[in-house]
């Protein structure tokens, strides 16, 4: 079965550092999501993709992040200048289309330490 | 704000009985979809229901839908030791889903 990939599974960086989260959505896919959830906390919605550019973000996704599907197979999440409070576990998520019936297909994530 | 809020947090079962969970959310939706989580891992879609749906089934997963009081349950019947997870709601609507807090339910073998 087709999947979502994620890389890499573990990330640690400095504070102010920029770390950039890779993800493969599945091939035939339109719609990719970011998706963060810190520790034992509600999954939070950043940002999501079509059509090359950006069609909604929350208020979590402010200048530090950007999105970027550099070529036709990955889609970057990129963080310009980490800080403690972006140590997260980062989903991306894609699906085929935006509907009444679709549904989102995740990787199993990058977790971010920032120390 | 559009999510969905699941009680309980946490629900602790034994083998064998049936685990209910409910998710409350605030404004109209397209569906309503329940997804599963194992520890450490990403979400797995479970069920979805559309906004005119009342009820549906899927294995031993029934999901109900009340669109007028904006709320769902996820029954899980006959649970097993590996359904030990969190579940969480997503409504539809817009270009996002959003997500609720999550139950968290643990199956005693």
């Known amino acids: 079965e087709p999947e979502v990939t994620q890389t890499p599974s573990h990330q640690v960086t400095q504070m102010g550092q920029e770390v950039i989260l890779r993800c493969v959505p599945i091939?035939?896919?339109?719609?990719f999501y970011w998706y963060r959830q810190i520790l034992g906390q509600k999954v939070e919605f950043l940002v999501s993709f079509y059509n090359n550019e950006i069609s909604e973000k929350s208020e979590i996704f402010d200048d530090q992040f950007s999105v970027e599907r550099p070529d036709g197979s990955n889609f970057t999440l990129k963080i310009r200048s980490t800080k403690l409070e972006d140590s997260a576990m980062y989903f991306c998520a894609s699906s085929e289309a935006f509907g009444f019936n679709e549904k989102l297909f995740f990787g199993s994530g990058t977790q971010l330490s920032v120390l | 704000s559009q999510q969905g809020e699941e009680d309980p947090q946490a629900l602790s079962i034994q083998e064998g009985e049936n685990a209910t969970m409910n998710c409350s959310y605030k404004t109209s939706i397209n569906n309503l979809q329940w997804y599963r989580q194992n520890s450490g891992r990403g979400l797995v879609h479970l069920i979805l229901?559309?906004?005119?749906?009342r009820e549906k089934h899927s294995g031993r997963l029934r999901v109900t839908l009340d669109t007028s009081k904006k709320s769902s349950s996820l029954l899980i019947t006959a649970s097993r030791a590996a359904d030990t997870a969190s579940y969480f709601c997503a409504t539809n609507t817009g270009n996002q889903f959003y997500f609720g807090t999550g139950t968290s339910l643990t199956v005693i073998p």
């Open positions: 229901i559309r906004s005119n749906e």
């Open positions: 091939s035939n896919h339109l719609y």
